[in-house]
């Protein structure tokens, strides 16, 4: 299992597929890098492709420190340039939109296009917070096995956990909630208190495609709309009938709008 030293962590990462062009995948709180299985394989054979996990999240080490957004985007810099993929398509989702964003405000000439899979760009909003604690604070005690169909419900769209099409994927992905380890509780603490960088977007220069789900549950098509009137020259894409992980909702249709974006931001870029 390939792992990456990192400010102090050891974070699990994989390169696969071969290409001119990098794309990097930063996946979002609860589902590590597999979340990205159906991308990795549909652009492998034309991109070298980057996963990792985020420290604190999947096979990477469970830290009790640096677990805040800013931080975290410390490891993504460090990770594209230890790997060598700089500049670098990313692609990130939730979570790993925050880290995103602030990469590419911050570290520009890192940033050849981003893809932002259900973003804000705002501090949690104060109502959602009493109940995020809590859910925290359990997660923390108990695991999050027995809420796990709570997890689900945020993670995904009402449309794709009533498709019976879907019920076989379904399984797999409350398995793989139900055996997050309890350490889960730290990274969602530091997701649930990012702070708010709206101020940021302006400096965002590289070409941008911000997607949404318009089930979305954790983050509104409202919230993600503003991040692409935040950044100038930002395409925004809508995903009917799907929840948070349009990626993994829909990755048909989610890979036919990354290439197509791909394709386009080569041009646009300046």
């Known amino acids: ?3 990456l030293t990192v400010n102090g962590a050891s974070l699990h990462y994989s390169v696969e597929g071969a290409g001119l062009e990098t794309i990097v995948f930063i996946h979002g709180l609860m589902l590590a890098s597999e979340s990205w299985e159906a991308q990795v394989a549909a652009f492998k054979d034309r991109y070298r492709i980057v996963t990792f996990d985020l420290r604190g999240q999947g096979r990477s080490a469970k830290t009790h420190d ?7 985007t410390e490891d993504a810099v460090d990770v594209i340039d230890a790997l060598g993929g700089g500049p670098a398509h990313l692609v990130a989702f939730s ?8 990469l590419a405000a911050r570290r520009p000439e890192l940033v050849s296009s981003l893809t932002l899979v259900g973003p804000s760009a705002d501090a949690e909003e104060p109502e959602n917070m009493p109940r995020y604690e809590r859910l925290i604070n ?3 005690v108990f695991g999050p096995g027995p809420v796990a169909g709570r997890l689900m419900k945020i993670l995904f769209g009402n ?11 379904r399984r797999r992905w409350r398995r793989v909630v139900a055996n997050l380890p309890r350490a889960l509780h730290r990274a969602a603490s530091a997701s649930a208190h990012r702070q708010s960088i709206v ?5 965002i220069a590289a070409p941008t495609l911000v997607v949404s789900g318009e089930e979305d549950r954790p983050i509104s098509p409202a919230r993600a709309r503003a991040v692409h009137e935040g950044i100038a020259g930002s395409a925004f894409m809508p995903f009917a009938a799907t929840g948070h992980a349009v990626m993994i909702e829909r990755p048909e249709a989610f890979n ?3 290439e197509a974006f791909l394709r386009w931001g080569r041009h646009a870029r300046p």
């Open 138 to 140: 359990f997660v923390k």
């Open 256 to 258: 036919a709008a990354l």
């Open 199 to 203: 101020e940021l977007l302006p400096r």
């Open 95 to 102: 979570m790993g939109t925050f880290i995103a964003m602030r």
């Open 1 to 3: 299992m390939p792992m």
């Open 66 to 72: 640096r677990l805040d957004i800013d931080s975290l």
């Open 159 to 169: 449309t794709y956990l009533a498709d019976p099409a879907a019920a076989s994927a």
